[in-house]
């Protein structure tokens, strides 16, 4: 009998006890385990920078969404201008407003 990782499945690993005779393996039975997650994600919304360009990466509903979860985002100053959602609208939504796209790009993870 031997234990193999059967895979991951929410917040917990499923790991299967083998059996068998002569090469022949089957499941004998399934444990799950607890898995311990750091779940808290920083996400970052640079201002865009090509000529004639006016959408953003995430609009201020999508920010409202992430923060609701329990993550962070960073969007740059100026950001949403293009779609005529200012500053004030990202920071109400619950995000953390940054000068530069340098701050943006050294805080956020995605």
Do not use: C, N
Request: no cysteine.
């Amino acid at each position: 009998m031997y234990l193999g990782v059967g895979g991951i499945m929410d917040d917990y690993f499923f790991f299967y006890e083998w059996g068998g005779a002569q090469g022949l393996h089957y499941p004998l039975r399934r444990r799950r385990q607890m898995v311990i997650r750091d779940r808290t994600m920083r996400g970052g919304v640079p201002k865009e920078i090509k000529v004639e360009e006016y959408r953003v990466g995430l609009p201020p509903a999508s920010v409202r969404e992430y923060v609701a979860h329990g993550h962070e985002v960073v969007v740059q100053r100026g950001a949403g201008d293009g779609i005529g959602a200012g500053d004030d609208a990202y920071a109400q939504a619950g995000a953390r407003i940054a000068d530069t796209a340098e701050e943006v790009f050294s805080v956020a993870e995605m």
